[in-house]
């Protein structure tokens, strides 16, 4: 009877059992799980997208961040302190290093304005270490310095350091005294010029032939393309040599006037390089010295006692880093043919 009543069952799906199933729990409802499930869901969803806002706010953030820095304060100057003292008295050391160029010039130029507006500036120390460049840039912050101390009636002295020469010397002579280390090289006052001539590479060995059509004689004088002629030497050295080295030689009589006249830097003005004592001897510089000892010197012509001594730095920025890649990659065009093949007058101590 018992083996019947179990095959009368007519649809097993139907089937509840009468007691608990062990493992499972009693009165609740399988559905129930499920709806727990679906929040933990909608939860992580919500987390997700917050995180991909948070990620697109960061990427946007750190977008600004990389424009600042490429663009950065470029005319803003930082001051670094290179002896300790009083605030409110500074002695600014301006920086003229390398070969003396356009850049160097805009330089020197946004220093020494930076030290004019500064009011707790006392005086100035040009510190040098140049071999010379171009004439035009070394005048240029020649000018800059001359209206410097005419403007601010503050003392300003050039200290050397490695090697002045030339237009490092040219620029030194605006300074109301000179001092130098023991082991500067100063001098070479004069003017240089020199150009490739690569006829014979040009005709010879690549078979190319060039042509120069001109309207008068004169006007591709010297050219690069054939050997100069003695008379268009005389033509250039009359032209550009003598005028450059007559303006040197004015500027370091003016500069130095206490000491050495026109006739004196005339006797001098041959392109020779002096070692500091000869230089003293010569009446070039006024002192050989240090730091310490220009500090003292421009202390004294300021009449101060203590000074804050601060240098001034422009700050690096992205695009300055990527400036520097760019100007560091070759780049053969135009203008850097033409700077190739026509001859520069300089205020140059070239030892080479």
């Given at each position: 009877?018992?083996?019947?009543q179990?095959?009368?069952?007519?649809?097993?799906?139907?089937y509840?059992?009468?007691?608990?199933?062990?493992?499972l729990?009693?009165?609740?409802?399988?559905?129930?799980?499920?709806?727990?499930?679906?929040?933990?869901r909608?939860?992580f969803?919500?987390?997700?997208?917050?995180?991909?806002?948070?990620?697109?706010l960061?990427?946007?953030?750190?977008?600004?961040a990389?424009?600042?820095?490429?663009?950065?304060?470029?005319?803003?100057?930082?001051?670094?302190?290179?002896?300790?003292?009083?605030?409110?008295?500074?002695?600014a050391?301006?920086?003229?290093q390398?070969?003396i160029?356009?850049?160097?010039?805009?330089?020197?130029?946004?220093q020494?304005q930076?030290?004019?507006?500064?009011?707790?500036?006392?005086?100035?120390?040009?510190?040098?270490?140049?071999?010379?460049?171009t004439?035009?840039?070394?005048?240029q912050?020649?000018?800059?310095?001359r209206?410097?101390?005419?403007?601010?009636?503050?003392?300003?002295?050039?200290?050397?350091?490695?090697?002045?020469?030339?237009?490092?010397?040219?620029?030194?002579?605006?300074?109301?005294?000179?001092?130098?280390?023991?082991?500067?090289?100063t001098g070479?006052?004069?003017?240089?010029?020199?150009?490739l001539?690569v006829q014979?590479?040009?005709?010879?060995?690549?078979?190319?032939?060039?042509?120069t059509?001109?309207?008068?004689?004169k006007?591709?004088?010297?050219?690069?393309?054939?050997?100069?002629?003695?008379?268009?030497?005389?033509?250039?050295?009359?032209?550009?040599?003598?005028?450059?080295?007559?303006?040197f030689?004015?500027?370091?009589?003016?500069?130095?006037?206490?000491?050495l006249?026109?006739?004196?830097?005339?006797?001098?003005?041959?392109?020779?390089?002096?070692?500091?004592?000869?230089?003293?001897d010569?009446?070039?510089?006024?002192?050989?010295?240090?730091?310490?000892?220009?500090?003292e010197?421009?202390?004294?012509?300021?009449g101060?006692?203590k000074?804050?001594?601060?240098?001034?730095?422009?700050?690096?920025?992205?695009?300055?880093?990527?400036?520097?890649?760019?100007?560091?990659?070759?780049?053969?065009?135009?203008?850097?043919?033409?700077?190739?093949?026509?001859?520069q007058i300089?205020?140059?101590?070239?030892?080479?």
């Amino acid at each position: 009877m018992e083996y019947q009543q179990n095959n009368n069952i007519s649809n097993p799906g139907q089937y509840q059992p009468t007691e608990p199933i062990p493992g499972l729990a009693e009165g609740k409802p399988i559905v129930e799980t499920r709806r727990k499930s679906s929040g933990w869901r909608i939860l992580f969803v919500i987390i997700l997208g917050l995180s991909i806002i948070a990620n697109f706010l960061m990427f946007f953030m750190l977008i600004g961040a990389f424009m600042f820095l490429a663009t950065g304060q470029r005319g803003d100057l930082t001051e670094e302190i290179i002896r300790e003292g009083p605030m409110g008295t500074k002695i600014a050391m301006i920086n003229l290093q390398g070969v003396i160029y356009g850049e160097q010039a805009e330089s020197v130029y946004k220093q020494l304005q930076t030290a004019r507006k500064d009011r707790h500036v006392k005086a100035v120390i040009m510190q040098v270490n140049s071999p010379g460049g171009t004439i035009s840039a070394s005048d240029q912050i020649h000018e800059e310095i001359r209206k410097f101390r005419n403007k601010t009636n503050k003392p300003v002295i050039a200290f050397m350091q490695g090697v002045a020469a030339s237009g490092g010397y040219y620029t030194s002579v605006a300074c109301e005294k000179i001092i130098a280390e023991p082991t500067t090289i100063t001098g070479s006052i004069g003017v240089i010029s020199s150009y490739l001539v690569v006829q014979e590479l040009l005709e010879d060995k690549l078979g190319i032939l060039p042509v120069t059509i001109k309207s008068g004689e004169k006007k591709d004088w010297p050219s690069s393309f054939r050997t100069p002629e003695p008379n268009e030497i005389e033509y250039i050295e009359n032209k550009l040599i003598k005028p450059a080295l007559d303006r040197f030689v004015n500027v370091v009589a003016e500069g130095r006037h206490a000491s050495l006249t026109v006739t004196d830097v005339r006797r001098l003005a041959d392109g020779s390089i002096f070692g500091a004592q000869e230089a003293l001897d010569e009446k070039l510089i006024d002192k050989i010295g240090y730091m310490n000892e220009a500090i003292e010197l421009v202390k004294s012509l300021a009449g101060i006692e203590k000074a804050r001594v601060v240098r001034y730095r422009e700050p690096f920025t992205l695009s300055d880093f990527l400036s520097y890649r760019m100007k560091n990659t070759l780049k053969l065009d135009k203008t850097t043919l033409y700077e190739l093949s026509t001859p520069q007058i300089l205020y140059l101590w070239s030892a080479y």
